[in-house]
Every structure is written in structure tokens, then in C-alpha cells.
């Protein structure tokens, strides 16, 4: 009998083929009793949070590609994405916010196999089928030095941990189906152990039509994996990603649209094509496809039982077209924009530990990380709408950049002294911003539309062009916990996390002539830019009464450098500068577990506040109450909670997800009301069926109550209301409908 982990359950839902093992006859109270913990100790620290291969085979949502689907349920952690199939939308940034705080910069916040592989702007954010992950680790304060990558970490870090080749020869299909035309199937095949070598091979197709106005979603996937094991000493894997997403986007709505949902709610961008000159509102201008082609290896060499060498080089290519319409920039006016995307990033982790005793353990190593951006952007092209067509209009920015390049040393010792365990470790960290060289002014529309021939016969604009910039950053971490009992431990830790913003030449270029008019260069203002950091701390008690696991614990985050804009006295201009200070506190309780043995509950509760710490002069006579504000998108109180209940074969799941009331902008004068939305899920374990190993039915509702909400705000943590890039509001995803049937072989 299946044992259903209390979370929001799903159509495809994997839940079907989580046995990895023929369990032959066992009762159901003996396989939950032997089952009863799906959110685990990470390997490196109590503080954060393990979510097991149970725990993804239930919340990957019914589309079962995105992580943040995955640990939405912890505390803190607030990702609501606009559609059913829980893709992250837009494509410049991560719609998830933890602990208040949202990522900055081209850096991704998930990692695979603890490689920094992720990024933004872009594609890639779907290339893991979760039916391909083995466990989700996520770090919302501490950070081991080895995980502190990428081009940012400030809000923490979500580590997809793969799920290797099977030693046995098996398969895994699943196939549903829902709303909105949504179709799912997935297939893994595993070869099993031949000689020295496993592999295995998957591949996925998903495709689901708006849940509003005109266009769909089209991704498909596929992944192989190989490992090479000889002997217990080496243990080589490779594993390759091609991702293909396609889909259009949704409209985005104004504060004024977002405060009267009933009226405003199924607003989309128009079906009709348009007729005017300059129209630009039509819903097939407003897309984005990307290809994503991914290479990771794994090299783990122990030459003695006391050492271990560990070598991950990584490798992602990212192809594809963001469009979207533009009717606020004076630069580009009633224009629809093709951001051109074309960039790729590399690198390796190189470890070296050495146990001397249980009370001492080591680690040295090195990484070395190279990306090429946009991030930001180089190849935006305009057009213009005549006669309902779409005709070349020039560029809205043309630049050329160099590769950013992070590398860093580190050392970590740890250990087990009596009840306390404890951990520590530095990385001197050298963060290196490219040269960028624009060549926007001066394009027009006789520009070569392509952009190596525009790079080679345009004038370098000297005003909007600087040199690479290099920070040198020490990152520290502890962690020091005490097991007061077998079955509680006391423990508080401190990491420093890192983040960068690249929104300065961006804003520049829309504003050159306001910026030359005062003679200021964009280096003049580069060189004053500083490496966001974030010093944080937790205290937290993780305790186990009976088969119910308690853990309380209260943080704070002192965040130094923080981008805002400004007016500056010395230039008479207005711009983006690391000049703020921002202050992060709160409370989270985290349970879960058995009430009795058919039923299981889970609860996350959390407080966050999350502010600037000083106000900010907006002009030569005015200044914006920015201290203590809430900033944008940051709920105070979040609630998520679900149970499930087991009747023979059946289970059955109801869950909800409660957030207060956020702020839409950083002088909090946007208000967005609060929500809850509920979902409800029932399977059947058919047992064997049709030669399958195991076979399961699921029916799964969303949104049961069909709230209309809020789902996600497209804000920077800085933007006013009364600048011209005011937030924009996306509506969640109303009722949905889904069923499905997975099969293990």
C-alpha cells in the first residue's frame, strides 16, 4: 500500500512510482510507519531543509518540471506561478521570493548536483523533469561554502539533486491530462548495471493553452544519464539536458487594472490582429522561445578510506527570442521588442577532503565560473507596427559584452565534538563584471538588422561604455548545532551571501541624453558601484515528538549595498546606485509528520519583514519614506498547510496556501490584498496493471474555490509608483481540472 506525504498532490503527479522496491506484502500501517519522514537533514546543516524523492513525486504540480513547485510548502518561501503548468514567468527574472527577498542579477537560483547552472535572462528554468530528481535541497539563510555559487546567491539556494541510473533494468510512464487542453507524457527508461556502466534515458512532451485570451505553451525535454563505476574508489557520471520551450505570455496589469480583479481579471493581450499603425497590443507580439542544451560530470575519486577528491565541470548553452511589447520607453515608444538572446556559461568545483578523525574533517577547493550575458542586455531590436505588420525599426539597444568571470578558493572544517556538531568555511571570492561596449547611439533604421554586421560598422558610444569591474569578497559560514536529545538539536549559524544587480546600463541608455546633458559618463557612475551582500543568522530548535517533527526558528539578515534609485546631488541625475541598506527578521515553524497512521498533516507558518533601513532622496526637493517599508512582493504572514487521509487504496488530500496582503512598490502606496487558494487531490493504487510493477489513478482539483487573485508582482525590490517602470500584477491561475495514470515497469 502507497503512503501519500500530506502535501498539494498533482494529475501526473509521480506519486504513482515512488516504490523503487517490490515491498511484496506489507500492511499499510507498517509501510507508513517505515516512511513517516519526507522532509529530511540536509547533508551539511539542520537549519536547512531536505525535500526527499516522496516529497517531489507530490508537489511537482501536474506539470512536474519546476523545483519551486516542490518547496513552495516550506515557510518563507513564496512562489505562485501564473499558470497551471507552474511555469516561471516572465523570462528576465525568478518569480520566487524567499524570506522576503528576491534574486538579483543574471543568476539562477536553483543548482543541479550543487553545480550554479541556472540563469536568467532566458530559458533553461524547466530542464529538469522532477520525475529525474532524486531529492531538493533548499538554503534560505546558511549556505555551505561549496553551495554559496553562481552569479548570485543573496535569497539562498535550491539544489536539484539527480536521481542516478538504476542499477536494474525498469521504465517509468505517465500520462495525463486537463484544463486549458493541458497533455503531459513522460517516459524513463533504465538500462540497469551493464559491466561498469548504467544509463538511463527520459524523455518528456507537455502542451497547454492559456488559462486566458489566445496562445499556448509547448516544452519538450529530454535527458540522458551515465555512470561509470569500476570499483568503490572511482565513480565518474555524466548527464545531458536539451530543453525546447515555447510560450506566449501574459498580460500584465496595471495597479489600477490589479485592484479591480472582477472586471479585470481574465484581461489578456488582444486576439484581434491589429489595423492601426503602432498598435502593438496583439497577443501572438508577446512570447518567448528558447532552446537550452546542458553538459554535467561528476568525477569522485577516493584514494583512501579517509580521502576524497570530487571534480563538476558544468556547461549550458542558451538560444532563443523574448518579444514583448514596449509602450513606456521613450527610446523605443509603441515598439515591439525582440530581445535577443544567445549566451552560454561554464565552469567547475575542484574538492579535496580528508577525514582526520570524526572531530575533524576538511575541505579545500577551488571554483571557477564564466557566463556571458545578456544580463545586461546587448541585442534588444525594435519594431515598428504598419499595415498590422511588424517592419524593422532599429535597435532599442545594441552593445557588445565581455564574459563575467567568478573564482574562488575555500576551506571548511567540521566535525562532531560530544552533542555538538559544528561547521565552518571561507571563500575568497573574486567577481568580475565584463567591459561592455555600446554602440546603441546613433542606430536607426537603416542599422544592419544583424547583429554581428551593426557591432562591426557602428560608432562606440564612449559615454555608455566601461571597462570590467572586480570585486574581491571574503564569504564566510558557520553552523554549530547541540543535540540536547536523540531527538532534538539546538543550532544556529551565519553565511554571507552575495548579489549584483545590472540594471544601471540599462537605465543609462533610455536616459543618455538627460545624462550627457549634466556630462556624466555611465563610468562615472560604474565606478561607484559595490557587491550587494547579505550577513545572515538563524537560531532554530528541530525536535521530534513521537513521528511529528517540530522545527521553530527566528532569523535576521543585515543586507548592505542594496541597489535603489536615487537622485545624486553631484551629477543633478537620477539612477540605480548600491547605496541602500536593508534589514530582513522573522519567524518560521515548520511540522509534519503521522497524527495516527492513516493520517498525515503538514503545516508551515511564517512572519517576515523585510525593509529598507533609510529613506532616499527622488529629486532636489523631494525625498521617498522608503525606511521601514515593506518592500515590494514581500507577504509579512504566509500559511500553508495540508492533510491527507488513507481509506484502503485510497487518499485522499485537500491543501491550502494563505498569503497576506503585499506592496506593489517600495513607498508601499500599491496594495495588493491578500489570498488563499485551495487544492484538492485523490488517488487510487491499482496495484499491478497491465504488466506494470505498480499503476496509480489520480484526480486532481486547483484553485477549488476559483479565487481570483494576485499571483505574482513584476516589481524590482526599488521601483516607485511614480517612476516610468511602475510595477506590473499577473492574475494566478483560476479552476483547474486534471487526471492521470502512471505506470511502473
Same mark, same amino acid.
Given at each position: ?17 515512488? +516504490?523503487?522496491? +517490490? ?6 500501517? +507498517? ?32 506539470? =512536474? ?56 535572462? $532566458? ?42 541510473? %538504476? ?24 538500462? @540497469? ?7 538511463? $534515458?527520459?524523455?518528456?512532451?507537455? %502542451? ?5 485570451? *489566445? @496562445? ?81 560530470? *561528476?568525477? *569522485? ?85 504598419? @499595415? ?36 565552518? @568555511? ?56 547541540? *543535540?540536547? &536529545? ?6 544556529? +549559524? ?77 551629477? =543633478? ?45 527622488? %529629486? ?104 516610468? &517602470? ?20
Amino acid at each position: 500500500m502507497r503512503f501519500f506525504i500530506p502535501m498539494m498532490s498533482i494529475a501526473t503527479s509521480t506519486i504513482m512510482f515512488a +516504490d523503487t522496491i +517490490d515491498l511484496g506484502e506489507i500492511s499499510v500501517t +507498517d509501510y507508513i510507519k517505515s516512511n513517516n519522514e519526507f522532509i529530511g537533514d540536509s547533508n551539511t546543516s539542520t537549519g536547512a531543509q531536505s525535500f526527499t524523492k516522496k516529497s517531489i513525486e507530490i508537489l511537482g504540480t501536474q506539470a =512536474n518540471v519546476n523545483p519551486y513547485a516542490v518547496i513552495q510548502y516550506s515557510p518563507s518561501v513564496n512562489f505562485t506561478p501564473v499558470d497551471q503548468s507552474g511555469s516561471n514567468e516572465p523570462s528576465y527574472h525568478d518569480p520566487i521570493r524567499i524570506r522576503g527577498k528576491s534574486q538579483s542579477g543574471p543568476g539562477g537560483v536553483f543548482m543541479v548536483n550543487g553545480m550554479p547552472i541556472s540563469s536568467n535572462p $532566458g530559458g533553461g528554468k524547466e530542464m529538469v523533469d522532477m520525475e529525474n530528481a532524486d531529492s531538493i535541497d533548499l538554503y534560505k539563510g546558511y549556505l555551505p561554502i561549496n553551495k554559496n555559487l553562481g552569479f548570485s546567491s543573496l535569497i539562498g539556494k535550491v539544489d536539484i539533486n539527480l536521481l542516478e541510473p %538504476s542499477e536494474t533494468f525498469g521504465g517509468i510512464f505517465s500520462q495525463s491530462f486537463g484544463s486549458d487542453n493541458f497533455m503531459r507524457t513522460f517516459l524513463r527508461v533504465d538500462s @540497469g548495471k551493464v559491466g561498469d556502466i548504467s544509463a538511463f $534515458g527520459s524523455f518528456s512532451y507537455l %502542451s497547454n493553452d492559456k488559462n486566458k485570451g *489566445e @496562445g499556448e505553451l509547448e516544452r519538450e525535454n529530454a535527458m540522458l544519464g551515465l555512470k561509470y563505476e569500476p570499483n568503490d574508489k572511482l565513480k565518474a557520471k555524466l548527464f545531458a539536458i536539451y530543453n525546447s520551450n515555447d510560450h506566449h505570455n501574459y498580460y500584465n496589469l496595471s495597479y489600477a487594472q490589479a485592484s479591480n480583479l472582477g472586471l479585470n481579471f481574465n484581461k489578456d493581450f488582444s486576439t484581434t490582429h491589429p489595423t492601426s499603425d503602432n498598435d502593438v497590443d496583439y497577443y501572438d507580439w508577446n512570447k518567448q522561445n528558447f532552446n537550452t542544451t546542458a553538459l554535467m560530470g *561528476e568525477i *569522485e575519486y577516493k584514494p583512501t578510506t579517509e580521502d576524497k577528491i570530487t571534480i563538476k565541470p558544468y556547461y549550458k548553452k542558451d538560444k532563443g527570442d523574448y518579444w514583448y511589447s514596449n509602450t513606456k520607453s521613450s527610446a523605443a515608444q509603441n515598439r515591439v521588442l525582440d530581445w535577443k538572446i544567445d549566451h552560454d556559461l561554464f565552469g567547475a568545483t575542484a574538492e579535496y577532503e580528508h577525514t582526520f578523525s570524526e572531530a575533524l574533517k576538511t575541505k579545500v577547493g577551488y571554483w571557477y565560473h564564466k557566463q556571458l550575458p545578456p544580463g545586461p542586455p546587448v541585442e534588444q531590436v525594435k519594431y515598428r507596427v504598419v @499595415g498590422g505588420a511588424l517592419v524593422y525599426d532599429g535597435y532599442g539597444l545594441l552593445a557588445d559584452n565581455d564574459y563575467h568571470v567568478l573564482q574562488a578558493p575555500f576551506a571548511e572544517i567540521s566535525g562532531k565534538i560530544g552533542n555538538f556538531n559544528y561547521s565552518t @568555511g571561507l571563500q575568497y571570492q573574486s567577481f568580475k563584471i565584463g567591459a561592455l561596449n555600446s554602440y546603441t547611439y546613433g542606430t536607426n533604421s537603416s542599422t544592419s538588422p544583424d547583429y554581428g554586421t551593426a557591432i562591426a560598422n557602428g560608432t562606440l558610444d564612449t559615454w555608455a561604455s566601461v571597462d570590467a569591474k572586480t570585486f574581491h569578497t571574503l564569504i564566510p559560514s558557520l553552523y554549530l548545532g547541540y *543535540e540536547f &536529545t536523540p531527538s532534538t538539536t539546538g543550532y544556529i +549559524d551565519y553565511s554571507r551571501t552575495y548579489g549584483f544587480d545590472v540594471n544601471l546600463f540599462p537605465t543609462y541608455v533610455s536616459n543618455r541624453a538627460t545624462f550627457v546633458g549634466q556630462g556624466v559618463s555611465l563610468q562615472n557612475l560604474w565606478d561607484t558601484l559595490e557587491l550587494e551582500t547579505s550577513d545572515n543568522i538563524d537560531i532554530g530548535v528541530k525536535t521530534k515528538i513521537g513521528n511529528i517533527t517540530i522545527n521553530p526558528n527566528v532569523f535576521v539578515s543585515f543586507v548592505k549595498n542594496k541597489q535603489a534609485n536615487i537622485y545624486d546631488p553631484t551629477y =543633478n541625475v537620477n539612477y540605480p546606485a548600491n547605496v541602500g541598506d536593508a534589514l530582513g527578521y522573522g519567524a518560521e515553524l515548520s511540522a509534519y509528520g503521522d497524527i495516527i497512521d492513516n493520517l498525515n498533516f503538514l503545516v508551515g507558518l511564517s512572519y517576515n519583514r523585510y525593509n529598507f533601513t533609510q529613506d532616499f532622496q527622488s %529629486s532636489s526637493t523631494a525625498t521617498v519614506q522608503t525606511d521601514g517599508k515593506q518592500l515590494p512582493d514581500a507577504p509579512k504572514y504566509m500559511a500553508k498547510a495540508a492533510v491527507s487521509y488513507h481509506l484502503g487504496d485510497w487518499a485522499f488530500t485537500p491543501s491550502l496556501r494563505y498569503s497576506s496582503s503585499r506592496w506593489g512598490d517600495v513607498a508601499n502606496t500599491q496594495k495588493i490584498d491578500s489570498y488563499t487558494v485551495v487544492d484538492f487531490d485523490i488517488a487510487y493504487d491499482m496495484g499491478s496493471f497491465l504488466g506494470s510493477k505498480d499503476t496509480m489513478l489520480n484526480l486532481t482539483v486547483t484553485n477549488l474555490t476559483d479565487q481570483e487573485y494576485i499571483a505574482t508582482i513584476n516589481a524590482a525590490d526599488n521601483v516607485l509608483a511614480s517612476s516610468g &517602470t511602475s510595477s506590473t500584477y499577473q492574475t494566478g491561475a483560476p479552476l483547474g481540472v486534471y487526471c492521470g495514470i502512471n505506470m511502473k515497469f
